[in-house]
């Protein structure tokens, strides 16, 4: 007699008829499949009765375990059970969209607040590219036996357990490799790639296996590249690129929320990807990435990852691949540290003292060596150059290590420290290291930057004409030089606050100030050079976020610059020859070219924007006027005032910095004392000085002369 229920299939008898024991013959008798099972069967690969009773099945009624069952979202009544699912974890309180997750009962309760508040949207339907995560073999939810069925069924409301398909998938997960794992190399790409490969092989179910918040968390960070096919974005029910960022990183953020890992190493791996979040409004900018950088931190030192491979201690090959692992994530939490620290103008989290070659062992392009061989992404030399950059880029966040601890946070009673000397002489032997980072690295990387014949990127045997060498070696250097930025201001504002003397010698006998202003004109023209150079290869677009940060400062100075070029040099003079004009303009362009291209990509360049118009309220043209020593000169510039009024072009530029620091304007009590209420008139003549930028940002023609004058209009 059939057995009542649906209907089920027969799977093909593994023996043929004959002669049989009564053992063989129960062995080889076709298998009933069950409809459907319990999370626990399905990961365990055992039979699941749950489809033949009314309560859990008898696998986790004997070990005492709550069953649960995904529903399927094909069944009728989706929002009605949802419509109970609130009732049931939350009761019947009408604001229960606006109920946080619980981090005290959280594994993470050690960890601050999460970045943003929980704002579920609960009926989320799936979309038709997307599948049940235990569709691929290769993912997992290490936390999963110890989560209530309330949670997981909530997880799976807000699509949390889906995932792209494949073509989907491997299309996002290509531009992960291709754009952010050459400068954050967090995963082993030869692992991932051997793992990601089991499609659909039972055999291998009990293999290694990625994390699902991690993978979650790889998809969003993917998606900060603007590269992601928007069609296959459309198939996952996204309309545009913000819109996926925001969704993947809802989901990854609501299973670190419910606890869905204990791995440490994977929670801080997470976090780490989870870091490329950066979220503005139009009071200022959310602390998003800095948070989830504390939390990579802190579960990193929990797995010990900070004591993985000590210089001194050598690495046990028994443990090498744990070794490996370790060491990647704790560098990886070095490099992000130093580059939002850079970005947003903050004293690093990670003790500079002890980040050097005496503590870690260093990262070297021979622990990516594996992967030259294994790269989907990149052919083999293509592959060994990008490790070659990663090598310099390290040793650069080591020496970035001093810069940062100098230079931030700009503590009003660090600016009044009784020996100058002192300072000066910590602030010499930094800009010694930084040389001498770039003595040792100038040549190897502008070498590649030469090679016409490479390629870099190859997809089915077809050859794509290589960008990311170039890309990523002028993203270095523009935190390089903007690293002498900072250092140079903190020098300048140092000198300020602490002589009234009008030149100050350093030991080496040249002027302290003019030296200082020489190093900052140099590192903000070498950094808009990178931008023109990236921008005539069609290159800015791939710029992270990061770089928008790096460029708002000689964004300032470039519009000061082109404005004060505009005045005349002394009385009855006309303004600036017209070569130089426009060699200011052009550099402007360049600047405001890039913020324009990342203006749809990232919120923070939304921020940069407003916060320069917020500059341009606290001046007015009056005051402003060329001084005698600009007479000699073609053209009247920042440097000019630079060298006449340090304070005033102290107060322009820290403005930006505290700024992105404090993540709003900055109030008159955020400035040193020295630098306070230096305008005397009121706000009525704001935006006196950048009032021609609404022309630059809107103007669609490159470059127009009229008869009465030169007048330049931007794009």
């Given at each position: 007699?059939?057995?009542?229920?649906?209907?089920?299939?027969?799977?093909?008898?593994?023996?043929?008829?004959?002669?049989?024991?009564?053992?063989?013959?129960?062995?080889?008798?076709?298998?009933?499949?069950?409809?459907?099972?319990?999370?626990?069967?399905?990961?365990?690969?055992?039979?699941?009765?749950?489809?033949?009773?009314?309560?859990?099945?008898?696998?986790?009624?004997?070990?005492?375990?709550?069953?649960?069952?995904?529903?399927?979202?094909?069944?009728?009544?989706?929002?009605?059970?949802?419509?109970?699912?609130?009732?049931?974890?939350?009761?019947?309180?009408?604001?229960?969209?606006?109920?946080?997750?619980?981090?005290?009962?959280?594994?993470?309760?050690?960890?601050?607040?999460?970045?943003?508040?929980?704002?579920?949207?609960?009926?989320?339907?799936?979309?038709?590219?997307?599948?049940?995560?235990?569709?691929?073999?290769?993912?997992?939810?290490?936390?999963?036996?110890?989560?209530?069925?309330?949670?997981?069924?909530?997880?799976?409301?807000?699509?949390?357990?889906?995932?792209?398909?494949?073509?989907?998938?491997?299309?996002?997960?290509?531009?992960?490799?291709?754009?952010?794992?050459?400068?954050?190399?967090?995963?082993?790409?030869?692992?991932?790639?051997?793992?990601?490969?089991?499609?659909?092989?039972?055999?291998?179910?009990?293999?290694?296996?990625?994390?699902?918040?991690?993978?979650?968390?790889?998809?969003?960070?993917?998606?900060?590249?603007?590269?992601?096919?928007?069609?296959?974005?459309?198939?996952?029910?996204?309309?545009?690129?913000?819109?996926?960022?925001?969704?993947f990183y809802s989901k990854a953020k609501l299973l670190y929320d419910f606890g869905s890992e204990s791995s440490s190493i994977c929670?801080?791996?997470?976090?780490?990807?989870?870091?490329?979040?950066?979220?503005?409004?139009?009071?200022?900018?959310?602390?998003?990435?800095?948070?989830?950088?504390?939390?990579?931190?802190?579960?990193?030192?929990?797995?010990?990852?900070?004591?993985?491979?000590?210089?001194?201690?050598?690495?046990?090959?028994?443990?090498?691949?744990?070794?490996?692992?370790?060491?990647?994530?704790?560098?990886?939490?070095?490099?992000?540290?130093?580059?939002?620290?850079?970005?947003?103008?903050?004293?690093?989290?990670?003790?500079?003292?002890?980040?050097?070659?005496?503590?870690?062992?260093?990262?070297?392009?021979?622990?990516?060596?594996?992967?030259?061989?294994?790269?989907?992404?990149?052919?083999?030399?293509?592959?060994?150059?990008?490790?070659?950059?990663?090598?310099?880029?390290?040793?650069?966040?080591?020496?970035?290590?001093?810069?940062?601890?100098?230079?931030?946070?700009?503590?009003?009673?660090?600016?009044?420290?009784?020996?100058?000397?002192?300072?000066?002489?910590?602030?010499?032997?930094?800009?010694?290291?930084?040389?001498?980072?770039?003595?040792?690295?100038?040549?190897?990387?502008?070498?590649?930057?030469?090679?016409?014949?490479?390629?870099?990127?190859?997809?089915?045997?077809?050859?794509?004409?290589?960008?990311?060498?170039?890309?990523?070696?002028?993203?270095?250097?523009?935190?390089?030089?903007?690293?002498?930025?900072?250092?140079?201001?903190?020098?300048?504002?140092?000198?300020?606050?602490?002589?009234?003397?009008?030149?100050?010698?350093?030991?080496?006998?040249?002027?302290?100030?003019?030296?200082?202003?020489?190093?900052?004109?140099?590192?903000?023209?070498?950094?808009?050079?990178?931008?023109?150079?990236?921008?005539?290869?069609?290159?800015?677009?791939?710029?992270?976020?990061?770089?928008?940060?790096?460029?708002?400062?000689?964004?300032?100075?470039?519009?000061?610059?082109?404005?004060?070029?505009?005045?005349?040099?002394?009385?009855?003079?006309?303004?600036?020859?017209?070569?130089?004009?426009?060699?200011?303009?052009?550099?402007?362009?360049?600047?405001?070219?890039?913020?324009?291209?990342?203006?749809?990509?990232?919120?923070?360049?939304?921020?940069?924007?407003?916060?320069?118009?917020?500059?341009?309220?606290?001046?007015?043209?009056?005051?402003?006027?060329?001084?005698?020593?600009?007479?000699?000169?073609?053209?009247?510039?920042?440097?000019?005032?630079?060298?006449?009024?340090?304070?005033?072009?102290?107060?322009?530029?820290?403005?930006?910095?505290?700024?992105?620091?404090?993540?709003?304007?900055?109030?008159?009590?955020?400035?040193?004392?020295?630098?306070?209420?230096?305008?005397?008139?009121?706000?009525?003549?704001?935006?006196?000085?950048?009032?021609?930028?609404?022309?630059?940002?809107?103007?669609?023609?490159?470059?127009?002369?009229?008869?009465?004058?030169?007048?330049?209009?931007?794009?």
């Amino acid at each position: 007699m059939e057995p009542l229920g649906p209907k089920v299939e027969w799977c093909t008898p593994l023996l043929g008829p004959g002669d049989i024991s009564q053992s063989e013959f129960k062995a080889s008798r076709p298998r009933l499949k069950a409809p459907w099972a319990c999370l626990r069967c399905r990961e365990r690969k055992v039979r699941c009765d749950v489809s033949k009773k009314d309560g859990p099945c008898t696998n986790c009624c004997l070990r005492g375990k709550t069953c649960t069952t995904l529903p399927s979202t094909k069944r009728a009544g989706f929002k009605d059970r949802v419509r109970l699912l609130k009732k049931s974890v939350w009761g019947h309180s009408p604001h229960a969209d606006e109920i946080t997750s619980d981090t005290e009962t959280s594994p993470h309760a050690l960890n601050p607040p999460t970045p943003t508040s929980f704002e579920p949207s609960f009926c989320v339907e799936p979309a038709a590219d997307s599948v049940l995560y235990l569709d691929y073999h290769f993912l997992s939810i290490g936390n999963l036996a110890n989560m209530p069925s309330e949670e997981i069924n909530f997880l799976d409301i807000q699509g949390c357990l889906l995932v792209p398909r494949r073509q989907t998938m491997d299309s996002i997960v290509r531009q992960y490799f291709l754009h952010v794992h050459p400068l954050l190399p967090l995963l082993d790409e030869r692992s991932f790639w051997d793992m990601y490969s089991r499609r659909w092989a039972a055999a291998d179910a009990s293999g290694p296996k990625i994390s699902l918040l991690v993978f979650q968390a790889l998809l969003f960070a993917a998606c900060n590249v603007p590269f992601v096919p928007l069609e296959a974005l459309e198939n996952l029910g996204f309309s545009s690129l913000r819109e996926a960022k925001a969704g993947f990183y809802s989901k990854a953020k609501l299973l670190y929320d419910f606890g869905s890992e204990s791995s440490s190493i994977c929670i801080a791996q997470a976090a780490l990807l989870l870091s490329f979040r950066s979220s503005s409004t139009y009071l200022g900018i959310k602390e998003v990435n800095i948070t989830w950088l504390n939390i990579a931190i802190q579960h990193a030192q929990i797995a010990e990852a900070a004591w993985h491979a000590p210089s001194s201690a050598p690495i046990e090959t028994d443990n090498s691949d744990l070794q490996s692992v370790l060491k990647r994530l704790w560098w990886c939490c070095i490099i992000r540290d130093r580059v939002l620290s850079l970005c947003l103008r903050r004293r690093p989290q990670i003790d500079p003292a002890h980040t050097g070659s005496a503590f870690y062992a260093p990262l070297r392009s021979a622990d990516l060596e594996n992967e030259i061989q294994h790269s989907r992404v990149y052919c083999k030399t293509s592959k060994a150059c990008l490790n070659s950059i990663l090598e310099r880029f390290a040793d650069l966040c080591v020496v970035l290590a001093d810069v940062l601890a100098l230079a931030y946070p700009m503590d009003k009673q660090r600016l009044h420290e009784p020996d100058l000397a002192a300072i000066l002489t910590r602030i010499s032997d930094t800009k010694n290291a930084l040389r001498e980072w770039d003595e040792k690295t100038s040549f190897s990387l502008r070498l590649l930057l030469g090679r016409r014949t490479e390629t870099l990127a190859v997809s089915n045997d077809t050859e794509v004409p290589h960008y990311s060498v170039t890309l990523h070696i002028n993203l270095i250097y523009i935190y390089y030089h903007s690293s002498w930025i900072a250092l140079c201001h903190y020098e300048a504002l140092s000198l300020a606050s602490q002589t009234s003397l009008p030149c100050y010698y350093i030991p080496g006998g040249w002027p302290a100030v003019s030296q200082n202003q020489w190093e900052i004109q140099d590192a903000a023209l070498s950094v808009t050079q990178s931008l023109q150079a990236l921008h005539h290869m069609n290159l800015d677009r791939w710029l992270p976020s990061s770089a928008v940060a790096c460029i708002a400062t000689p964004l300032v100075l470039h519009m000061l610059d082109v404005k004060l070029a505009r005045l005349p040099i002394s009385s009855g003079s006309a303004t600036s020859n017209y070569s130089e004009l426009l060699e200011k303009n052009l550099r402007l362009k360049a600047v405001i070219q890039t913020i324009k291209t990342c203006y749809e990509q990232y919120d923070i360049a939304d921020f940069v924007i407003r916060a320069v118009q917020h500059i341009a309220g606290f001046l007015e043209l009056g005051c402003l006027q060329p001084t005698a020593t600009a007479g000699t000169s073609d053209s009247f510039g920042w440097p000019d005032i630079f060298s006449s009024n340090p304070n005033l072009y102290l107060r322009l530029v820290l403005s930006m910095d505290l700024s992105l620091s404090n993540g709003r304007f900055p109030e008159e009590e955020d400035f040193p004392v020295g630098l306070r209420r230096l305008f005397a008139w009121e706000l009525d003549a704001a935006g006196s000085l950048f009032a021609h930028a609404g022309e630059i940002w809107n103007s669609s023609s490159p470059l127009d002369t009229d008869r009465a004058g030169m007048a330049f209009a931007w794009t």
